[in-house]
Nanobody, 115 residues
Framework: QVQLVESGGGLVQPGGSLRLSCAASGFTFSAYAMRWYRQAPGKERELVAHISIAGGSTTYADSVKGRFTISRDNAKNTVYLQMNSLKTEDTAVYYC????????WGQGTQVTVSS
């Protein structure tokens, strides 16, 4: 069965960094693009970053460009989100997503940016 398991969230001060991981299983990870989304309280879920199958193409939401970096390791079936220069408005639950079959979401990991 398909599983996406996020980790790496936590509490960080503004200006700090976190690295999120999403470990995938149950499908051919290397054959699918991957995405990170986030959802803040009272807001809709939004796309944060997208990475192509081999990792050669990435796109980002304007709000995170220059601060976040998405990457993947197909040998480890894992996608990452390196988040630098974090702001209070980055506080949200972060989810990874694959378009495999009907599409699958992870359970999410909480990121809280606060002093």
């Amino acid at each position: 069965q398909v599983q996406l398991v996020e980790s790496g969230g936590g509490l960080v001060q503004p200006g700090g960094s976190l690295r999120l991981s999403c470990a995938a299983s149950g499908f051919t990870f290397s054959a699918y693009a991957m995405r990170w989304y986030r959802q803040a309280p009272g807001k809709e879920r939004e796309l944060v970053a997208h990475i192509s199958i081999a990792g050669g193409s990435t796109t980002y939401a304007d709000s995170v460009k220059g601060r976040f970096t998405i990457s993947r390791d197909n040998a480890k079936n894992t996608v990452y989100l390196q988040m630098n220069s974090l702001k209070t408005e980055d506080t949200a639950v972060y989810y990874c997503y694959t378009r495999f079959a009907a599409g699958y979401w992870g359970q999410g990991t909480q990121v809280t940016v606060s002093s």
